[in-house]
């Protein structure tokens, strides 16, 4: 079992910055990949962000160039760097950890709280 605490959330006005933070306990595996995701109001969750284990990262179209994701492999920690914030990046944000495919398909048992990032106009 593994457990998630997502924090760093909060309200920022167009334009702004936030970062945000994921600490992974329990059952981790060295090798696992990591990834941020959000769900916003009466839409399905969508994976945002990736990390492997080695640091190679991908982004989704909507965040690329704005976003960076990054891990602490001796923490079991993730980040989420959101730079130029807009609008319609306001969701609750999520991480989880595993296999690649896993990561991709977001096909978890158990999930975080998730932190709450609104962004004003």
């Known amino acids: 079992q593994v457990q998630l605490v997502e924090s760093g959330g909060g309200l920022v006005q167009a334009g702004g910055s936030l970062r945000l933070s994921c600490a992974a306990s329990g059952r981790i595996f060295s090798r696992?990949?990591?990834?941020?995701?959000?769900?916003?109001?009466?839409?399905?969750?969508?994976?945002?962000?990736?990390?492997?284990?080695?640091?190679?990262?991908?982004?989704?179209?909507?965040?690329?160039?704005r976003f960076i994701i990054s891990r602490d492999n001796a923490k079991n920690t993730v980040y989420l760097q959101m730079n130029s914030l807009k609008p319609e990046d306001t969701a609750v944000y999520y991480c989880n950890t595993g296999?690649?495919?896993?990561?991709?398909?977001?096909?978890?048992?158990?999930?975080?709280?998730?932190?709450?990032?609104?962004?004003s106009s």
């Open 32 to 65: 696992n990949s990591m990834g941020w995701y959000r769900q916003a109001p009466g839409k399905q969750r969508e994976l945002v962000a990736t990390i492997t284990s080695g640091g190679t990262t991908n982004y989704a179209d909507s965040v690329k160039g």
């Open 99 to 119: 296999s690649r495919p896993t990561i991709l398909a977001g096909t978890f048992a158990s999930w975080g709280q998730g932190t709450q990032v609104t962004v």
